[in-house]
């Protein structure tokens, strides 16, 4: 792009892209005074409304210097919007909002600072997908350092939760300690003093804001080291691993183990290596042991479902207590309690029971019948005290009978019957048994939700094994599988089954 | 109580001559009513006005002061009809609203104003609501000017010019006996900036005074013969009294060179925005000094036929930059110079969009067109475009308005869903106000919306047929609408017509989507208007036999059985559910401030918050599907097994307790947890709690050992 519009004016523009709620307002507010107080006549405006209700608006900001000279008039004539190309400084509170001035035009590679946060806040349309509906950081970070003159990013929420201080406070400190703007920082600061709310927190904030925007540290994320054993079961599980499996499969079958030895016990644990290494066996090693790999990830999941025994044992540990006393902040001096949304529903008490007691229950209608207004109702079960904590307790104690459980019964049948389909298709397409493996990402959930799952992966896989053999059966099982995560009333899937031609049979069999 | 307190914009009002006020677009011009002695004042509030309204809720002390009536109509029709007490009487009053809904709604008083015409000034005040933000359909409030013969100012967006034309308004509105518009767009109503302030003016008449010695006019009313007198009296009298007005106080401006071959026409609001295209063109610069004449119309209807068509004479080309459809200056002004034999090509629609908001970039390739065209010499080099990024463009999410965090709305429309879960889909009239966002994700309920508190009555063509099969449509409507006039059009039409439909009325305290004014049945006590009037009384006082009031909206399956019952219930007439719980932004504004004080003081304070357990949640995330809830969201999966985000609750999550509730009526899943937080516990509270630690300690003990003995 060449030079867009002169660039020898005494005017200077801002864009603030900020959410409903983030103090988009208060931020321009603190700046509009700044500009004031020094020298400068500065306007601000914007376009609230509804966009207020969540949704994402801009604050616009000019300012002239005063006393500079105008032609015929004194008083500046100021715009009320951005134009593209012609915006001094971008703040964006989020980094897809830094992303959408990008597309607006905003961002020009002659003009702009940008200033961003990298933090995310997700949209609906990526939170309420079935799957992973999560727009990809990476791809804007690249696009900001391209498009802007200089690109000022760091996770802004983070500071404001380390200094406490309104993300506002850490745009205005970052916009400070950019100096792209002719102010000295103590005029900054006199406006958040003016302003008079949580003046503290707040210089706080704006310093650690200015002290990130003058010095660059990246952001590094740790690489997740696998877990050494911790006792002899687990290293004798662990050498097993080394010797049998292939290294690309080690990470995910040494997670399987260890998630399976706390499901479960040890034996638990040997039997889904067990099972791995017939699985292993059919592997031809393409893709990296793809099959293999996907195969002690799905296995291992499934292997521990999430039956009432399950739920009951993770909601009573000391380590969840302890997690969610620092997820809601629990101050020193606070004490806390913890109220459990349970809903247990005739069906899941039944399988939770011996084979036999509860096959009895569940195959007598009447007798359902009769038992299932006891089961309407959810519960809320105070974990905290002592009646919920000790009954959560006993549940959690009947690990040990587990594998007597109808519940047991069933996945182990379920379990089996994909691994036999997984074994049949792999003897001639290895890709395609590692995509059945991998349909089991369906599963997922409880009630209806589980229900649901289950009978889209039981679409899924039974569209696949005919198709063993099939130059593009991977591409399609994939496509299936997205379909089946593209919506919740199933119409995405029906459409793609339909579309599948007529299963064929296998002739390279 | 207003969303925003206005105490400090109060004080301003006071400013005296010579002052600066410093400020909003919109608080000018509650400053400029008071200069102007203002009289009495009403409307309705809505963006971009609703500041208005809230400064003059706020400033009772002050107006009484000054002997200035205000009050917050019950609808535009309301404010409009105000209006008559300028009929008769010299008194200055002023109304607003959002336009073009208000304006629709007040089309009825404001044609009867408008005919029979006026004695003291008045003035309406409309926020075009047209453009980026808006909410409403793209119409033009000047074609009600045109139809009505209202006049119609649109002044340049700086503050001493609105405040300016705010005085001007009245006296043009007095001299030609008509009522007058004063149009702001959104942006000029928040724009910053300042003015000098004069005196306030005690209205030389009160209403009070008006009331004590009634004059009469037959004349003045519409009812023949005095109707077709009104139009005559229009044609002959008011219209060239207002031409006279507006070119001999030079309402309109020139900018710019006073001979050249081009020129630019612009509705004063535009100035701005086209002042920086000529900057950008190299035509101007900050300061407005054009090197174009340019012709400002700080006055949009009626246009001032001699000015005008001296601005063209000699020009081979003007650009007229009028903004919206249909084009009706550029029409007349055409219609001008043809009469007048002028050729001077008038450029206006053939070259600007024909739709949509003339932003910056907008007037600088239509000038840019405009000067390849009649002055290529001076059409400037056009920077090359940034290339697009379709791939980003992918990326970047859209972010619809929704539901704020904790709302109470929220639950109402996962009972929908659930109740739709069980009963198939229904036909859903939606009505205006926050509920609206139900037609966005992730509710998608909602088929129409046919304006303010008529949702009820835009379900009315939906008779269920008879028998097996019959389905009743579902209305919504919100309290604000409810008193707006759904309680009549739609509660009273429904009763009479012997409708069979559901009318489901969110009863949230506040007019809530326009920044939370009181209304007839908030439950605040306000000391100036009277509250409390239950919603439920006035419905059966229509003659609704069916009507429930649920008092807490976040009890997801007492909605959703109250919506069964209706929906299925054997008894005829329409049926009315009242669902109540106060707003939540509202509620926040009031209660946190308090509770932060409470735990300062060392009383024991609960507050509630919820999480979710990243080890029991499997990423399925039907919980959002069925909230949208700000705070509830979406997270890395912990498990380095799991692909799918977990969902997660951050510590903006108010406690309302919704996404509780809906995993409990949907039998969702056991990973939502409530944890109450106790702050300055009692004794009793650390006596129970450590108590309760010590066993459950012992246990968990217990069980780390167990663990740690099967662990890897």
């Excluded at chain 2, 207002?242 to 060179?257: C, D, I, K, S, T």
């Excluded at chain 2, 539901?403 to 639950?411: D, V």
């Amino acid at each position: 792009m060449s030079g867009p519009f002169p660039q020898d004016r005494d005017r200077i523009t801002i864009a603030i892209l900020a959410l409903g709620g983030q103090g988009g307002g208060v931020l321009a507010d603190w700046i509009l005074d700044t500009a004031n107080a020094n020298g400068w006549t500065a306007q601000g405006t914007s376009v609230p409304g509804v966009a207020q209700r969540t949704g994402s608006t801009v604050y616009y900001i000019e300012m002239v210097r005063k006393g500079a000279a105008g032609a015929n008039r004194t008083d500046p004539v100021l715009a009320m919007m951005p134009v593209p190309g012609d915006v001094d400084v971008v703040v964006a509170s989020e980094l897809m909002e830094a992303g959408r001035a990008i597309l607006r035009g905003f961002v020009s590679a002659e003009r702009t600072t940008l200033i961003g946060s990298t933090h995310r806040i997700y949209a609906i349309s990526e939170k309420a997908a079935m799957g992973n509906g999560l727009g990809s950081s990476e791809r804007i970070l690249d696009a900001a350092e391209r498009r802007a003159k200089r690109f000022i990013g760091f996770d802004m929420d983070a500071a404001s939760a380390r200094s406490g201080a309104a993300i506002s406070a850490i745009m205005l400190g970052a916009l400070a300690g950019s100096d792209v703007l002719p102010f000295e920082r103590d005029a900054f600061e006199a406006a958040i003093r003016h302003g008079g709310k949580a003046v503290a927190a707040n210089l706080k904030g704006f310093e650690e804001g200015a002290a990130r925007a003058r010095s660059r540290v990246d952001e590094v994320e740790a690489a997740l080291q696998p877990p050494e054993p911790t006792t002899a079961a687990g290293a004798e599980l662990s050498a097993r691993i080394a010797a049998t499996l292939p290294p690309a499969a080690h990470r995910f079958a040494i997670e399987g183990v260890r998630r399976l030895m706390d499901y479960q016990d040890r034996a638990y644990a040997a039997f889904y290596l067990d099972r791995l290494d017939a699985i292993r066996a059919l592997d031809n090693g393409q893709d990296d042991f793809r099959l293999t790999r996907e195969a002690a990830r799905h296995l291992a999941l499934w292997m521990s479902y999430e039956d009432t025994i399950r739920v009951a044992d993770l909601k009573v540990r000391a380590t969840r207590m302890d997690r969610v006393e620092k997820d809601v902040l629990l101050g020193e001096d606070q004490l806390m309690t913890l109220t459990e949304y349970m809903h247990p529903r005739l069906q899941e008490v039944c399988e939770t029971m011996p084979a036999w007691l509860g096959n009895a229950i569940l195959s007598r209608p009447g007798l359902c019948r009769r038992l299932q207004p006891f089961f309407e109702k959810g519960r809320h079960v105070q974990t905290t005290s002592l009646r919920w904590f000790l009954m959560l307790c006993m549940l959690a104690g009947m690990r040990r009978w587990r594998r007597s459980t109808l519940r047991y019964i069933h996945e182990q049948e379920r379990i089996e019957g994909w691994l036999d389909k997984v074994r049949r298709v792999a003897a001639t397409d290895v890709a395609l048994a590692a995509e059945i493996v991998a349909t089991q990402r369906l599963i997922k959930g409880y009630g209806d939700t589980f229900e649901r799952g289950l009978s889209r992966f039981n679409a899924v896989v039974d569209a696949a094994v005919p198709l063993a053999g099939a130059p593009d059966a991977v591409e399609r099982i994939r496509r299936l599988r997205d379909a089946a995560l593209a919506d919740e009333s199933g119409a995405a899937l029906a459409g793609a089954m339909e579309q599948l031609p007529p299963a064929r049979v296998q002739e390279n069999a | 109580m207003a969303e925003r307190s206005f105490k400090k914009e109060v004080e301003k009002l006071r400013l005296g001559a010579g002052e600066v006020f410093e400020g909003e677009g919109i608080l000018a011009v509650t400053k400029a009513l008071l200069q102007a002695g203002v009289a009495y004042v009403g409307g309705y509030q809505g963006s971009p006005i609703s500041h208005l309204m809230d400064v003059f809720a706020d400033a009772d002390p002050l107006l009484r002061e000054l002997g200035v009536h205000f009050e917050s109509s019950a609808s535009e029709a309301a404010a409009a009809a105000m209006l008559a007490a300028s009929v008769n009487y010299p008194l200055r009053g002023a109304v607003a609203w959002k336009s073009v809904v208000g304006t629709n709604v007040a089309s009825d008083a404001l044609s009867n104003v408008s005919s029979g015409g006026i004695t003291g000034g008045a003035l309406v005040i409309v926020g075009e609501d047209y453009g980026e933000g808006s909410s409403i359909m793209q119409e033009r409030t000047h074609a009600f000017a045109m139809k009505s013969q209202m006049w119609l100012l649109d002044p340049r967006p700086n503050l001493t010019s609105i405040v300016d034309m705010v005085e001007k308004g009245f006296e043009l509105s007095e001299a030609s006996h008509t009522p007058v518009m004063l149009e702001l767009r959104v942006r000029a109503c928040h724009v910053t900036g300042s003015f000098v302030a004069r005196d306030n003016k005690r209205p030389p008449l009160t209403v009070g005074e008006a009331a004590a010695s009634p004059r009469r006019d037959v004349n003045r009313i519409v009812l023949p013969p005095a109707n077709f007198l009104h139009e005559i009296e229009k044609i002959e009298t008011r219209w060239p009294a207002a031409v006279r007005f507006v070119a001999e106080q030079r309402l309109n401006e020139h900018f710019g060179p006073e001979q050249d071959s081009i020129g630019i026409i612009v509705q004063g609001g535009l100035f701005n925005t086209l002042n920086r295209a000529l900057e950008l063109a190299g035509l101007s610069d900050a300061y407005g000094a054009a090197q174009v004449p340019i012709y400002c119309m700080n006055v949009t209807y009626p246009l001032i036929p001699d000015e005008l068509r001296a601005f063209c004479a000699g020009k081979t080309a003007v650009l007229l930059v009028e903004e919206g459809q249909p084009e009706f200056i550029e029409h007349e002004l055409n219609t001008l110079l043809r009469q007048a034999d002028l050729q001077t090509r008038i450029i206006g629609k053939e070259l600007l969009p024909r739709a949509g908001e003339y932003s910056g970039q907008v007037l600088y390739d239509g000038i840019v067109g405009f000067l390849r065209k009649w002055a290529p010499e001076r059409a400037p080099q056009v920077p090359v475009p940034v290339p697009p990024e379709p791939e980003l463009a992918k990326v970047v999410p859209p972010r619809p308005a929704g539901f704020c965090t904790g709302c109470p709305e929220r639950p109402i429309f996962a009972a929908m869903k659930l109740v739709q879960r069980e009963l198939g889909e229904f036909h859903v009239s939606a009505d205006i106000g926050c509920h609206l966002f139900s037609i966005l994700p992730p509710f998608h309920i909602g088929n129409t919306t046919m304006g303010y508190g008529l949702g009820t009555a835009a379900a009315s063509a939906f008779k269920p047929s008879e028998g097996p099969g019959g389905r009743r449509a579902i209305a919504m409507m919100g309290d604000g609408g409810f008193w707006h006039n759904g309680l009549t059009s739609g509660i009273g039409n429904a009763v009479f017509n012997q409708d069979d439909n559901l009318t489901i009325i969110v009863d949230n305290g506040y007019s809530a989507a326009t920044g939370g004014q009181d209304i007839l049945s908030s439950k605040a006590n306000n000391p100036t208007r009277k509250t409390n009037n239950p919603i439920e009384k006035a419905v059966r006082g229509m003659g609704v036999r069916w009507a429930r009031t649920l008092t807490r909206t976040y009890d997801v399956a007492a909605m959703r059985d109250a919506m069964l019952e209706a929906l299925t219930s054997p008894e005829k007439g329409p049926k009315v559910i009242v669902a109540q719980s106060e707003c939540m932004l509202n509620r926040q504004r009031r209660e946190r401030p308090l509770m932060a004080k409470a735990v300062k003081e060392g009383k024991r304070v609960v507050r509630d918050r919820f999480g979710v357990d990243p080890d029991t949640c499997t990423g399925d995330h039907a919980c959002i599907r069925l909230s949208g809830c700000p705070s509830l969201s979406v997270k890395a999966n912990p498990d380095p097994l799991r692909q799918d985000p977990v969902t997660h609750i951050d510590n903006s999550c108010v406690g309302c307790g919704n996404c509780g509730e809906v995993a409990h009526a949907a039998v969702l899943c056991p990973s939502f947890y409530r944890a109450s937080i106790i702050s300055n516990p009692t004794g009793w509270d650390r006596t129970l709690h450590r108590v309760r630690g010590a066993v459950i300690g012992w246990f968990q003990r217990r069980q780390a050992r167990g663990i740690a003995a099967r662990a890897f």
